[in-house]
């Protein structure tokens, strides 16, 4: 049985579905050639890591299609003095791109089991500038605050209180909105003054995170 060729795989991910869509920046773009995605993603699924889809790790948990996730961290335009939160990293495949790009990632996940996958496959892979630590993902990481930008690695109604604040000013957020009555998109937010002006980018949904829907207001 012939092997897959990852390399030639994630080579056509990025000619056919990164480039076209404007993810052309050249450290990016090495950045991404440069990390294998079928060791961030479980062993049966390593011959789907490039399609265009979500893929999921744990149940009820998925990273990005590989679209989406560069597409916000993309729009971070991160540079490299920059330290990054990446809440809701998973198994660490963002955090390991974006490490190669910025002084340091710290990634966040509440399931124990995905710190652990994602520690094991950055060491494979290597990078040593991601720390990889277990928390309540809607409380963020205020050990390490604060941070240059934030990476939301999922679908979301509303970013916290708490995460913004962990965000310097003038710092940036990422993530898939998605408010009521609207198609979610991806989204880069600037912070001033403890309050985020939200651009979005381009239409396009995510696995969703818990945690981090908008209060609902009940009218009379």
Not at 26 to 41: F, T
Not at 106 to 131: C, F, Y
Request: a negative charge.
């Amino acid at each position: 049985m012939k092997l897959p060729d990852f390399r030639k795989m994630r080579s056509a991910m990025i000619d056919s579905q990164l480039r076209p869509n404007g993810i052309v920046e050249p450290n990016l773009i090495a950045a991404i050639k440069y990390v294998p995605r079928e060791m961030y993603v479980p062993a049966e699924l390593s011959s789907l890591a490039y399609l265009d889809e979500a893929l999921e790790v744990v149940p009820g948990r998925a990273i990005p299609a590989p679209l989406v996730g560069c597409l916000l961290m993309s729009a971070l335009e991160v540079a490299p003095t920059e330290r990054a939160l990446i809440v809701g990293g998973s198994t660490g495949y963002s955090a390991s791109i974006l490490a190669r790009l910025c002084a340091h990632v710290t990634l966040l996940e509440d399931d124990p089991t995905l710190v652990r996958r994602a520690s094991s496959a950055i060491s494979k892979t290597g990078v040593s500038n991601v720390s990889a630590v277990e928390g309540p993902l809607a409380e963020g990481c205020a050990e390490g605050a604060p941070y240059d930008v934030l990476l939301i690695e999922g679908e979301v109604e509303a970013v916290p209180e708490a995460l913004v604040a962990q965000v310097r000013d003038g710092g940036r957020i990422a993530a898939v909105l998605a408010e009521r009555g609207a198609a979610p998109s991806v989204a880069v937010g600037l912070v001033a003054g403890g309050h985020v002006g939200w651009t979005r980018l381009l239409e396009a949904g995510a696995p969703r995170l818990k945690g981090f829907e908008r209060p609902r207001v009940f009218e009379f």
